[in-house]
């Protein structure tokens, strides 16, 4: 192979690829604790919520889990300001990521739930706590706990899948790659520095939420 | 201006679907047996191999599918190859779906007690008897629910190809979309069509596993 | 020559020395028992007969295939000597019948028809001739524990190693598997065996081994070993075990 590798261009884009960097970190802190936030709540729905409710929410997890993120992003971004729904780039961006991780996460933490023993919510039933009152006094941390590795995972892969914002023009680390690349047509340097930096992201990502799973559960759990 | 009718757009959405379906089937096949080849380097009892393919894992899970293919679609390009995109498509596919499809397994193989490695070694098997007649049969029966979820995964990741050019069921859907300017219809129709190739899969994989967990028996 | 000979046998995990230097000879048609409290080595040493475990210094011989860490040298040893364990480790997805043949044929080669004849004889010796076709999950656990007897008998082994077979049973069970190693006993099978039932060990075994803190305590026979035990050590452990 004859080609010599360039980044002779890096002193001069450095500041395009932190600025996508930052944007990638804002999108995942975005979509981790929104997306996890509606999956606690679609996983709540499910488990104690109104009857004509519960179907509604399975049909969301189950349109998501099965159809491409690129095309959710698509049909945010392009889709909806046909019903008069116009955003930005980084509101569609953030608004994908949170509606798929709340699909995906309502799944992993309504796993964790249907783990806790009987007893415990027998337990809280004759402690004389509301079903609500049980679930989210008794229930849900442990159950959180139990699925947090889980979690962490999904939220690295949602990381990793928020690249394609770049299609919508979202100035995400990938975006700062397009950019780099067609200006300085070094396609391959540019994608292999973007790759390193999102695998460097990705560990400092699972550490992050290894470190928040110790924070938010000190105790070890009881099986 | 020309209108469109809905028949119209699904029927050429349809038409560019079977590419996504091809391209999946030769993603998941080929990931497959590359997995099952790293799952023996992983499961081995060389050090090496279980390194080099930790460290796979580690490359292909840790980074985005997106810049995967770009490497592939660039990176051949080094080679002075004039890549096409169903090339650098396949080629980033397989090595991705192998580098999850090798986790599950591993993860299937481990979950066979270390009570069946003792029983068959007693009884004086060797390591490649104990893995065909004991350990792998077992393994087998755990691993197809999540291997047939997990195919769900290649079909929704074969949309990202067309970001390198590859004309599928989304390349489909923008290029229609330019054409029609009916975004919301044309990108529902897409992701009904999606939902449509994915959701028995997912299904099928929740069966299997429900009906895995009442009989862990066979026939 | 004994059948089995342990010379000087010595094993650690870590930095405990579970095995520190265990003589102990073996003669064809011997029952053996072997008692003593939890993490005295009574289990490792029987799993270093068969191999599961590697020694660090000494020898183990089974009617002259020593213990080597190689699969060949392995192989040899385990065709010498069979294992009971536990939790009977039947293979889940075959038969009990299977489970029976599938060693035959793939270690020894034989032809499925005689592998299949031997299976049925194994099985009706172990009263279960008719439970061929049931797989584990549908078989009781002294059941099941039969089959895994009947599986190790199949191999034709010149002694069976037993290691806590009952201990994993409801109470109800476990004298039909007893019932079966009595059996085997009274046929000639060298045994040595890993029990906690101690009226059985001093009816069947021809010796008793009293193992404390990795070393062999006290061995003689049983009415010896239970009637006038020398050592405190293993007073205590008998009186412990009858107010058990």
Redesign the interface.
């Known amino acids: 192979m004859t080609y010599r590798f360039d980044f002779s261009w890096l002193p001069l884009y450095w500041p395009v690829i932190l600025k996508g960097l930052l944007t990638t970190v804002e999108l995942i802190l975005v979509g981790a604790l929104c997306g996890v936030a509606l999956g606690v709540a679609c996983a709540g729905v499910r488990a104690l919520g109104p009857r004509w409710l519960r179907p509604v929410v399975a049909a969301y997890v189950e349109l998501i889990r099965n159809t491409p993120f690129l095309i959710q992003l698509f049909f945010i971004f392009f889709g909806l300001p046909s019903l008069g729904l116009q955003m930005s780039e980084l509101q569609a961006a953030n608004l994908a990521m949170v509606v798929n991780l709340g699909a995906y996460s309502s799944e992993i933490i309504r796993a964790g739930i249907e783990a806790t023993p009987r007893g415990q919510f027998e337990a809280g039933a004759s402690l004389a706590m509301t079903r609500f009152e049980t679930f989210r006094h008794v229930v849900l941390i442990p159950a959180l706990q139990r699925i947090w590795p889980a979690l962490s995972s999904q939220i690295v892969i949602v990381m990793l899948g928020s690249a394609v914002v770049s299609q919508i023009a979202a100035e995400d680390v990938t975006f700062a790659a397009n950019f780099i690349q067609s200006r300085t047509f070094r396609a391959f340097e540019t994608y292999f520095l973007s790759t390193a930096l999102y695998l460097l992201l990705a560990l400092a990502l699972r550490q992050a939420l290894r470190g928040v799973g110790s924070l938010l559960f000190p105790r070890r759990a009881a099986r | 201006m020309m209108t469109f009718t809905v028949w119209d757009i699904l029927r050429n959405l349809l038409l560019a679907a079977r590419w996504t379906v091809l391209l999946s089937l030769v993603s998941f096949l080929g990931g497959g047996l590359l997995g099952l080849a790293l799952l023996f380097l992983r499961i081995g009892k060389r050090r090496a191999g279980r390194l080099f393919v930790q460290g796979y894992v580690e ?1 292909f899970q ?7 293919l ?2 592939a679609f ?2 051949l ?3 002075g190859i004039d890549v096409p995109a169903w090339l650098a498509a396949g080629l980033a596919l397989i090595l991705w779906t192998a580098a999850f499809l090798v986790e599950i397994w591993r993860g299937c193989v481990e979950s066979v ?1 270390r ?2 490695w ?10 490649v ?1 104990q893995m ?3 350990i792998l ?2 393994a087998v ?1 755990v691993a197809i629910p999540p291997t047939v979820g997990f195919s ?1 995964q290649v079909v ?2 074969t ?2 190809t ?2 390198i050019g590859f004309v599928e069921l ?1 390349k489909a ?2 290029v229609v ?1 330019n054409a029609t300017f ?3 219809t ?3 129709l ?2 009904l069509i ?2 449509a190739l ?2 028995p899969l ?1 299904k099928s994989s929740q069966i299997l596993e429900r009906k895995f967990n009442v ?5 | 020559m004994s059948l089995i000979a342990i010379t000087e046998v010595k094993k650690r995990f870590g930095d405990v020395e579970v095995l520190k230097g265990i003589n102990l000879d073996v003669e064809r048609g011997e029952v053996i028992a072997i008692i003593g409290k939890s993490g005295s080595g009574k289990s490792t040493l029987l799993r270093c007969v068969n191999g599961l475990e590697m020694i660090d210094d000494g020898s183990i011989m089974v009617a002259g295939a020593q213990l080597i860490p190689d699969e060949l040298h392995l192989k040899a040893l385990r065709l010498k000597v069979g294992m009971i364990f536990q939790q009977f480790n039947l293979f889940p997805h075959l038969s009990a019948g299977r489970n029976v043949m599938l060693s035959q044929m793939v270690v020894k080669k034989t032809p499925a028809a005689e592998a299949e004849a031997m299976a049925r004889r194994m099985l009706d010796r172990v009263g279960l001739s008719h439970k061929f076709d049931a797989f584990p999950d549908q078989l009781s656990g002294g059941q099941q524990q039969r089959v895994a007897i009947a599986r190790a008998l199949a191999m034709q082994p010149m002694a069976l190693l037993c290691d806590e077979i009952t201990s994993a049973l409801d109470p109800e069970l476990v004298n039909e598997v007893l019932a079966v190693v009595k059996e085997l006993a009274a046929d000639g099978m060298t045994l040595m065996m890993v029990t906690h039932e101690m009226r059985f060990a001093r009816e069947v075994c021809d010796r008793v081994v009293f193992m404390h803190q990795g070393r062999v305590h006290e061995i003689g026979p049983p009415e010896e070993v239970f009637g006038s035990p020398r050592t405190p050590e293993l007073q205590q452990f008998l009186g412990a075990q009858l107010v058990a």
């Open positions: 490359l840790g980074t985005p599918l997106l810049m995967q770009f490497l660039f990176g390009g080094l080679f007690t009570g069946q003792e029983a068959s070694a007693s009884l004086g098997m060797g390591y008897q065909r007649y004991v049969p077992q029966r769900v929704k990741g949309a990202l067309s970001i989304s859907g923008t979309t009916q975004p919301f044309v990108y529902g897409v992701a999606y939902f994915c959701w997912s009989a862990h028996r066979h026939h």
